[in-house]
């Protein structure tokens, strides 16, 4: 029983456990990535930003490196938990789509630094872990919405003639380049109305005319 006590103790004052640490390391990146960009967000800031040294940023990650790719998996579960939410949420594929989209938008505008961290590891000429797993989430991505594409089709509200993997491609350039606009205007909180009216010109584009 006393074995017990001690195990359920907390840690002690001004410690975290390795996991929470670990989230506060990723969290701090992405939020100075949104602040100054990704060549700014280093370790040295990162530790600054937790009030830590950088030996202690490294004991929970030997490398930059290791911390982006833990980032893109945070970002990739996050963002996947909005997006499948938001579909099992709609009474129809269509509908789930537009969910969908707003869900994405609502990500965005909630953790501004995410499409600058994608974008810069997307854009990085050599391959690595961390575009790789940037490459897998905009293929699970267009995955999803393909399915959803298909699956309104199926329903008659989709043009039978819709090239689905293209309106998917389509689906999420109008986003980006809706991040992208925000990005440049130094605010994501004019992203919401914006994306509505875009959304609604991609609509028409693959609605069925019955």
């Known amino acids: 029983m006393h074995a017990d006590v001690r195990a ?14 670990r989230a506060e390391i990723v969290a701090a990146l992405i939020r100075l990535v949104a602040q100054s960009g990704p060549a700014e967000a280093t370790t040295a800031r990162i530790a600054a930003e937790l ?22 998996d945070w970002i990739a579960t996050s963002l ?3 997006l499948e939410a938001a579909e099992r949420g709609a009474p129809s594929p269509l509908e789930a789509l537009h969910a969908v989209y707003l869900a994405h938008v609502r990500f965005v505008v909630a953790h501004p630094g995410v499409p600058a961290l994608i974008f810069n590891e ?34 008659g509200d989709v043009a039978v003639d819709t090239d689905s ?22 605010s994501m909180r004019g992203m919401r109305p914006r994306a509505e009216r875009v959304y609604g010109i991609w609509l028409r584009g693959i609605r069925s005319a019955a």
């Open 165 to 186: 993997a293209a309106a998917a491609t389509l689906f999420i350039g109008t986003v980006q380049g809706l991040m992208m606009q925000a990005m440049l205007s130094g």
């Open 51 to 72: 009030d830590l040294t950088q030996g202690a940023v490294f004991k929970h990650f030997p490398t930059k490196e290791a911390i982006r790719a833990a980032a893109m």
């Open 122 to 155: 997307l854009q990085q000429a050599a391959d690595s872990p961390v575009k790789a797993r940037a490459r897998a989430l905009l293929a699970r991505y267009r995955s999803l919405l393909v399915g959803l594409i298909e699956a309104a089709r199926h329903e």
């Open 80 to 82: 996947f938990e909005a």
């Open 8 to 21: 359920a103790a907390p840690p002690a004052a001004g410690r975290r456990p390795t996991e929470d640490r």
